[in-house]
């Protein structure tokens, strides 16, 4: 029998500075979100529905392509900065080499969102022109992303969570009323709002986030090669599996401007609004989950802290669910009366989310201490789920294919499971007998 420990084992002040340390993150985190969801349905309630599918299009993909770009680098990165924080200079050489190879993985991977982004607004019956415009705005984000993310990464092992969670509130904030400025004055679109999404976040990366973090390490350290070979073997693990995540959530837009119309994609984008919320959720696991499981050495330590992430998991995952679900009418009359009808599809895809937010903070108990070896099998079910599934839902309606991309959380969900408690076990955290 799986046992996290008994109640006299755990450490209570411990749990209490966990609290703390989430609490006051989530603080943070809630006004952020809050900003962008009000960003969100400004950009949503001034727009016409084609022009809001074209944003839904390009956001979707940026979002996917920077995570795409960071396949394996978070895992290698803070299992080797656990190790050389304490020496500036090399600590210095992994943030170089870190940053070396990111921006290699953007390079070999950039064609696949700018063929996607092509193929579905071709589909939607988008001008080229301002395709072209949208494009090249996305890759100008991409790559202010890529390099503001690894600072982050640094200041998450020094355990200063909240700088980045800083930045980009002031990010957010700039954005939101700069956007509300221009909406009542000239009026905003799709293009103009990536525009100044990409001056505010450049601006509070060039003037706090990087100054911050460059106090953290020695500037200019050359790349090491056998870090370079620890992040290329962290992603060899990983890049199945990110790409089918890259994927995935993409699947609903792209079969939509296929087999739907812009209107379709544009629900599904407001949709999204509620994702922004609940993306609290994850860069919580990203920010300090993963970071402070990867600090526990000893494996009593890590088999405690373990139970408690799969505590926090369900808590959570039950409290959102249900506080969604209560506050439903509000959401959609946020959204505005253009979105009003969407009441059984924003609580299926909110379902989704949560379903997924909570078995993907459970894989965090593997990915914090490198355990990848395994992974390939997240994607090979991701794919064979979709491939078994398609045929039987309507491909043009947005209400089935959400349906069935929370049906396909079931196997990933069962998948998960067991592999946490096999590399559990293989690892000699879970005593024998137990």
């Not at 991701?382 to 398609?390: E, G, P, Q, W």
Request: charged share 10%; with cysteine; glycine share 6%.
């Amino acid at each position: 029998m799986l046992s996290f420990g008994s109640p006299q084992n755990i450490n209570f002040n411990k749990v209490q500075s966990w609290i703390r340390l989430c609490a006051g993150f989530l603080s943070y985190s809630i006004l952020t979100r809050i900003v962008l969801f009000l960003s969100g349905i400004l950009i949503l309630r001034v727009t016409s529905k084609s022009d809001y599918a074209d944003y839904t299009v390009i956001n979707s993909l940026q979002f996917g392509f920077v995570a795409l770009a960071s396949t394996g680098i978070g895992p290698a990165f803070f299992s080797l900065g656990a190790q050389f924080k304490s020496d500036r200079k090399e600590f210095g050489a992994l943030v170089s080499t870190a940053i070396r190879f990111r921006v290699y993985l953007a390079i070999i991977l950039v064609p696949i969102p700018l063929v996607m982004a092509a193929s579905m607004f071709i589909g939607l019956g988008t001008p080229i022109h301002k395709s072209i415009i949208l494009i090249i705005l996305a890759g100008i984000l991409f790559s202010i992303s890529i390099i503001s993310g690894l600072h982050s990464y640094v200041h998450q092992i020094y355990g200063e969570y909240f700088v980045p969670q800083k930045s980009e509130l002031l990010t957010s904030s700039t954005r939101l009323l700069s956007l509300a400025f221009f909406a009542t004055i000239t009026g905003i679109n799709a293009i103009f709002t990536l525009a100044l999404t990409a001056v505010s976040q450049y601006a509070w990366y060039k003037y706090y986030l990087f100054p911050s973090s460059l106090r953290k390490y020695e500037q200019g350290e050359p790349i090491s090669a056998s870090m370079m070979k620890t992040f290329f073997k962290s992603t060899l693990r990983l890049a199945p599996e990110s790409l089918v995540a890259f994927f995935m959530p993409l699947i609903i837009t792209l079969l939509l401007s296929f087999f739907g119309d812009s209107d379709q994609v544009a629900d599904a984008g407001a949709l999204t609004r509620i994702g922004a919320i609940l993306a609290i959720l994850t860069s919580l696991n990203a920010s300090i989950i993963m970071p402070k499981l990867a600090n526990s050495i000893e494996s009593n330590r890590f088999l405690r802290n373990s139970g408690l992430v799969v505590i926090y998991a369900i808590t959570v995952s039950a409290v959102t669910l249900l506080v969604i679900y209560l506050a439903t009418p509000i959401i959609l009359k946020i959204l505005g009366p253009s979105y009003s009808y969407l009441r059984t599809e924003l609580l299926i895809y909110s379902a989704t989310i949560v379903v997924a937010f909570l078995f993907g903070t459970i894989r965090i108990i593997l990915t914090s201490k490198n355990w990848l070896e395994y992974f390939y099998i997240f994607p090979i079910v991701n794919i064979l789920s979709l491939i078994i599934a398609l045929p039987f839902f309507d491909l043009s309606s947005l209400k089935s294919l959400l349906t069935m991309s929370l049906i396909r959380q079931i196997p990933v969900g069962i998948v998960t499971i067991g592999l946490v408690y096999f590399q559990l076990r293989k690892h000699d955290v879970i005593p024998s007998g137990s």
